[in-house]
């Protein structure tokens, strides 16, 4: 089955309100990134966590990981209408760390 | 400093023509890496390319090509197309010592008719 899995597969929420989606993958991993994507165009990435590293913020952004249940999540606090978009994690495979696994993604919408 | 850009934007084509995809990754950059994306799905990783050469290649048949050049920009090319190749194609590129974060282009969508 595939890495980087993420869920839920679609979020709905309102201006002003936390989003928060989850990410699981199988095997083990240096790194994890979050990317987000508007409209089917390019994906622009979001933040990047290591192996090592249990929390990491980045302006409304918090991502966790917990290696032991091989899971992330990315919180995202008072959701603006921008924030409409796909967001996947990416995993790196064993192989030079430079291969990454995408998931499905959570499609994101946030109702003004 | 420019980013990643790819060409066409658009390029529709009929079932068993061949089509041919380019990306100019950001000024430095020597890794390039091509993703498939259908439609609702995540990226599926198609082929990694540094320094010329091919260091990686996706679950995807050999119709699936591509080529570096030294300037390290890249081609993608798929033979034979069939309507399942409909999809959006996204390049990213990075700097292969300097960390794993990928810059992507913003795509170019193939239908096959």
């Known amino acids: 089955s595939q890495q980087g899995e993420e869920d839920p597969q679609a979020l709905s929420i309102q201006e002003g309100e936390n989003a928060t989606m989850n990410c699981s993958y199988k095997t083990s991993i240096n790194n994890l990134q979050w990317y987000r994507q508007n409209s089917g165009r390019g994906l622009v990435h979001l933040i990047l966590i290591r192996s090592n590293e249990r929390e990491k913020h980045s302006g409304r952004l918090r991502v966790t990981l917990d290696t032991s249940k091989k899971s992330s999540s990315l919180l995202i606090t008072a959701s603006r209408a921008a924030d409409t978009a796909s967001y996947f994690c990416?995993?790196?495979?064993?192989?030079?760390?430079?291969?990454?696994?995408f998931g499905p993604g959570t499609r994101l919408s946030v109702l003004p | 400093e420019a980013g990643v850009t790819q060409s066409p934007t658009h390029l529709i084509k009929t079932r068993g023509q061949q089509a041919t995809l380019r990306c100019s990754p950001i000024?430095?950059?020597?890794?390039v890496y091509w993703y498939q994306q259908a439609l609702g799905l995540g990226l599926q990783f198609l082929l990694w390319y540094d320094e010329g050469e091919e260091r990686n290649r996706g679950n995807f048949p050999p119709r699936f090509s591509g080529r570096q050049f030294p300037n390290y920009s890249s081609e993608l090319n798929v033979n034979a197309l069939e309507l399942e190749d409909s999809a959006l194609y996204l390049c990213?590129?990075?700097?292969?010592?300097?960390?794993?974060?990928?810059?992507f282009g913003p795509g170019t969508r193939l239908t096959v008719l």
């Open positions: 990213a590129s990075s700097l292969i010592l300097a960390g794993v974060e990928q810059f």
């Open positions: 990416a995993t790196d495979e064993d192989n030079y760390g430079q291969n990454f696994v």
């Open positions: 000024s430095g950059h020597t890794s």
